[in-house]
């Protein structure tokens, strides 16, 4: 072989671009094998998720999807045959289960856990083809927390009506139930999904995840705990209420059916929802004690997992006006939140102050009976002191007890709640009830709300009392 500079000048110059061509091929199948063993590791997971990916759409198909059970064992989803999934509770559980099919994707616990249910792990994913050598012929069950009784109980509650409902174990996190109004039938969905999507009142959408709602009057416990740590208030002050709050520039607040409540301190404000008292302490913390308080309450916090929900829409605080102020006390202004939210504002003063991470997935067992995963109860953040908790937590005993939320009372159960009737844009208002109860030897809250249906402590709160005898 000649060196590379002798020759003519026409010689070098070709021998120099061969070169350099070679230099270019060998950097490219380095570039390839880089990217082959990235896609057999890093990227496998993704591909092997990848909804054009018919290889492993059709290994799915021959696989018997494991059950998603509720706490007692009792089946929410279940597979007979390889293909054919049937729900025994249908729609009343369709927000939890979701749905499957091969035109149409999936959705809730059956997308969420898709890789679980067909009896695969990450680790057996990154493995390529060999994973059909590993992969069982029944996938692994899903124990999620639901109670489905308790579900089931405020599904019908309901009765037909638009609206959502959560229900937690204020100690752990732990889901046990999550209701949407209207539903739909997880085994019809691919046949229906023409008309499903169509329909205006939003079948398909998780309302206690995704419906974004004003909170209404539901929001005071947390002004009343934010007014007390800003101190602008305390527990002796009083307040005069003649029904109506002038906040300037023409613009008033005034209190549901013109009630006057007349001289009230905060635990009597709470009880009655008087909104002339917390639009006033919205305007003495102002913009920043505001926002500090949402915040500390976890309202810009998104949830993730099994339960991936967006963070409330807040107002840009740093320039409301006076008027939208003393809106956001009584929660109202452009203020939206989920009902998720609010169950774990409910869930704060419930538990001390703390807020624990929802979860909705308690366990993941093979055929065979083995635990392979299993979710531990976690602290997710403290919105408040204990002795705040206590305190708002017993204003909304009293609210329950002898105020206007007497509808959720239980003989010989404590239950605490506030109700809330939202000013809706759209339509007539939404009723709303938040709260907590100890009963069947747990401390549960629960966030409730019916679209358009008027007062919280007429249309919320029996539903509330309903969900709580189910857990007797």
């Not at 950097?27 to 998720?49: D, N, P, R, S």
């Not at 007692?72 to 025994?88: I, N």
């Not at 976890?298 to 991936?308: N, P, S, V, Y």
């Amino acid at each position: 072989m000649k060196d590379i500079g002798k020759g003519t000048d026409d010689e070098r110059q070709t021998r120099l671009h061969v070169v350099h061509v070679a230099v270019v091929l060998l950097a490219l199948i380095g570039v390839l094998a880089l990217y082959i063993c990235y896609l057999q590791t890093f990227g496998a997971e993704k591909l092997a998720h990848h909804p054009l990916n018919q290889r492993s759409a059709q290994a799915e198909m021959e696989i018997q999807r494991g059950s998603l059970l509720d706490a007692k064992g009792r089946a929410l989803a279940q597979s007979t045959a390889p293909g054919q999934r049937s729900y025994p509770m249908g729609a009343a559980m369709a927000p939890v289960t979701g749905y499957i099919g091969e035109r149409i994707g999936s959705a809730g616990l059956e997308g969420r856990e898709n890789q679980a249910l067909l009896g695969r792990t990450d680790e057996m994913n990154r493995l390529g083809p060999v994973t059909q050598l590993l992969q069982s012929d029944r996938g692994n069950d899903v124990h999620t927390t639901i109670n489905a009784d308790v579900q089931q109980a405020a599904y019908d509650a309901f009765a037909g009506r638009r609206g959502a409902a959560v229900v937690l174990d204020a100690t752990t996190g732990a889901v046990l139930a999550m209701v949407s109004c209207p539903s739909y039938d997880p085994a019809r969905v691919e046949d229906d999904w023409d008309s499903l999507r169509e329909q205006a009142d939003g079948p398909l959408l998780n309302r206690v995840l995704y419906g974004m709602y004003p909170p209404g009057s539901t929001i005071k416990p947390m002004m009343a705990d934010a007014a007390l740590a800003a101190s602008v208030t305390n527990t002796t002050e009083t307040f005069d209420c003649d029904g109506v709050l002038d906040v300037g520039g023409g613009q008033s607040i005034r209190e549901a059916h013109g009630e006057v409540h007349g001289t009230v301190n905060l635990e009597q404000a709470v009880t009655e929802s008087c909104n002339v008292t917390f639009g006033q302490l919205a305007v003495r913390m102002g913009a920043k004690k505001l926002g500090d308080a949402f915040e500390r309450f976890g309202f810009t916090k998104e949830l993730t997992g099994d339960l991936a929900s967006e963070a409330a829409h807040l107002p840009d605080f740093g320039v409301l006006g006076k008027g939208d102020t003393a809106q956001v006390g009584i929660g109202q202004s452009s203020l939206l939140v989920t009902p998720m939210e609010m169950a774990l504002v409910a869930a704060a003063f419930a538990n001390g102050g703390v807020v624990m991470q929802p979860y909705l997935v308690q366990s993941v067992t093979t055929p065979s009976g083995l635990t392979i995963r299993e979710a531990r109860p976690e602290k997710w953040f403290e919105a408040t002191t204990p002795e705040r908790a206590a305190l708002i937590d017993g204003y909304m005993e009293s609210v329950v007890t002898r105020g206007t939320g007497t509808a959720a009372r239980v003989s010989g159960i404590r239950v605490t709640g506030k109700t809330g009737t939202a000013e809706n844009a759209q339509g007539k208002d939404h009723a709303w009830f938040i709260g907590s109860a100890d009963v069947g030897g747990r401390k549960i809250a629960f966030a409730i709300i019916v679209e358009n249906s008027g007062g919280g402590g007429i249309e919320a709160a029996p539903i509330a009392k309903k969900i709580v005898l189910s857990m007797e």
